[in-house]
């Protein structure tokens, strides 16, 4: 019999009478112990989880898996023959082009105070694929 098994059983029954080879008290709170915090960190964990799947779905549902720029990082001027062809390769679901600029926003609050905030604007043709908005 392995080492580490003859003293957890030493530990958790011991060969007393009085006890007559029942548990000890302290033996059942560790293993609860245990049981409770694995459980603990189990769930802790799949919420996590659950969490990161959401917010990169609601990342790649605002944004597409794929960009096509030229080598300065601007976006490629809509081409038709490159849209067709792209379209043609077979896990493509759809291809659009899109226009994309840096802008300034703003507005009046409620209380009148100015509020300036920086966003990026995104468009597309309407005569493209428009079925994810």
Known sequence: MKFEI???RRFAFPKS???SRK???ISVIATVGITLGTAALILTLSIVQGFSQEIKAKMIGFGSH???IDMAGRLFPEVPETVTKIQGFPNI????PFLQAD???KRESKEGEVLIEPAILKGISPEHDVSFI
């Open 93 to 96: 679901a759809a291809a659009s």
């Open 6 to 8: 003859v003293v957890a």
């Open 17 to 19: 009478v009085a006890a």
């Open 103 to 105: 802008v300034i926003l």
């Open 23 to 25: 548990p000890t008290f």
């Open 66 to 68: 794929i960009r096509i």
